[in-house]
């Protein structure tokens, strides 16, 4: 195995990290956690226990991936953005092993400082805006802002707004590919 590891980072025992992934300066990837080929994992990152990424997930700083979370290949994790495990946390309550289950799908960003709420799955190429708190399940290729989340539009796999005409078609303008947009659903043409 062949990856890189920052001097400063924590890296528990149980863990599988992939080829050419970097782990950065005061990151903790805690036990059991399985890590991707590619991937880069930011500074000042918390990886929780039994945490998977895919390949090529990008993590900036200070995010926290907590216990319950699976990230697919290519997702992208903005700065200070968080997620979280327990919809009812207390301090006096141990919720150990109560743990919601939250899934990105593959392609998808997420944005700095954004909150994602436990159990809410993020759909393939789904963008949600910096600083969104997301409150539901969201689609894939929805672009989502706000507190709470709301849809606004929907994105490409290059990460540009689709704008659909009166046939329901739209294109990305970077690669050309063309979307259809039927009964509130996108998918790739």
Same mark, same amino acid.
């Given at each position: 195995?062949s /990856? /890189? ?6 890296? *528990?025992?149980?863990?599988t990290?992939?080829?050419g992934?970097k782990?950065?300066?005061f #990151?903790?990837v805690?036990?059991?956690?399985? +890590?991707?080929?590619?991937c880069n ?6 990886? #929780? ?6 390949n090529?997930v ?8 907590y ?5 697919? *290949?290519?997702v /992208? ?5 968080v %997620?979280?495990?327990v919809?009812n946390? @207390?301090?006096?309550?141990?919720r @150990? ?5 939250t ?7 997420i944005?700095a400082?954004?909150? +994602?709420?436990?159990?809410n ?6 963008f +949600?805006?910096?600083g969104t708190?997301v ?7 929805a672009l +989502?802002?706000?507190?709470?989340? !709301?849809?606004?539009?929907w994105?490409?796999? /290059?990460?540009?707004?689709?704008v %659909? ?5 739209a ?6 590919v063309t979307?259809?947009l039927?009964?509130?659903r996108?998918?790739? !043409?």
């Amino acid at each position: 195995m062949s /990856f /890189f590891a920052h001097e400063t980072a924590i890296i *528990d025992e149980g863990c599988t990290l992939g080829d050419g992934t970097k782990i950065w300066h005061f #990151s903790h990837v805690m036990p059991d956690c399985t +890590i991707g080929k590619n991937c880069n994992i930011g500074q000042n990152v918390v990886v #929780s226990p039994q945490v998977t990424l895919g390949n090529n997930v990008k993590v900036q700083n200070n995010v926290s991936i907590y216990t319950g979370v699976h990230c697919e *290949d290519d997702v /992208f994790l903005g700065p200070s953005m968080v %997620f979280t495990n327990v919809i009812n946390p @207390r301090s006096a309550v141990n919720r @150990r092993g109560q743990y919601a289950k939250t899934t990105v799908r593959k392609g998808a960003t997420i944005g700095a400082n954004a909150t +994602i709420v436990c159990g809410n799955d993020i759909g393939e190429y789904a963008f +949600i805006g910096a600083g969104t708190v997301v409150t539901k399940g969201v689609p894939a290729y929805a672009l +989502i802002v706000g507190n709470p989340g !709301r849809q606004i539009g929907w994105m490409s796999e /290059f990460g540009h707004r689709l704008v %659909f005409n009166n046939e329901g078609v739209a294109a990305c303008k970077e690669s050309g590919v063309t979307y259809k947009l039927t009964n509130g659903r996108v998918e790739k !043409r």
